[in-house]
């Protein structure tokens, strides 16, 4: 009988075998998405509003909206359109927006979640801007701060 052959199956016998197979799977299993990844989705999603046109919606998904008074939204909503018209004098609109390869920055030190969103900005005229959003989770929903 070859002892170095089977040497394996002393060490690790079948049951610590299927127990290490457990905990790999286990752990490659459980990985959610991060909380910039998060952000950075939920941020391309309300910068995609924009670029469709839909300040309303942009500004919907900004934190605190709803409870500003009547006067200060409109005058918020009135900023957002002037963004979006000087966008689109300066560089003929907003074509795509993009996550960054770096989708985001977290500062752990709050007790909610703070993070920078990293996205790019591809403007009609081929020019490119990173913006950073911060962007804050609110009962599990990520919000423009």
């Known amino acids: 009988m070859d002892i170095d ?10 049951e610590m075998r299927h127990f290490v197979f457990l905990i790999c799977v286990l752990f490659f ?11 950075s989705k939920a941020a ?15 500004l919907e998904n900004k934190a605190g909206v709803d409870t500003l008074s009547a006067d200060y939204g409109e005058q918020m909503l ?7 018209e000087d966008i689109q004098k300066k560089h003929g609109g907003l074509r795509e927006v993009r996550i ?8 752990t030190l709050l007790s909610s979640p703070y993070v920078h ?8 005229d081929s020019t490119q801007e990173e913006v950073a959003v911060p962007m804050v989770e609110r009962d599990g929903l ?4």
């Not at 959610?32 to 990844?37: D, I, L, M, R, V």
């Not at 391309?44 to 942009?58: S, T």
């Not at 990520?142 to 701060?145: D, E, G, K, T, Y």
Request: hydrophobic share 35%; net charge negative; aromatic share 18%.
């Open 142 to 145: 990520w919000l423009m701060r």
């Open 29 to 39: 299993s459980c990985g959610g998405s991060s909380p910039e990844e998060g952000a």
């Open 5 to 14: 052959r089977y040497a394996y199956q002393c060490i690790y016998p079948t």
């Open 100 to 107: 960054a390869e770096n989708p985001g920055r977290c500062d």
């Open 78 to 84: 009135a900023a957002v359109r002037q963004y979006q």
């Open 117 to 124: 969103a990293f996205l790019i900005l591809c403007y009609a």
């Open 44 to 58: 391309k999603e309300y910068y995609d509003f924009l670029a469709e046109g839909d300040a309303v919606r942009f």
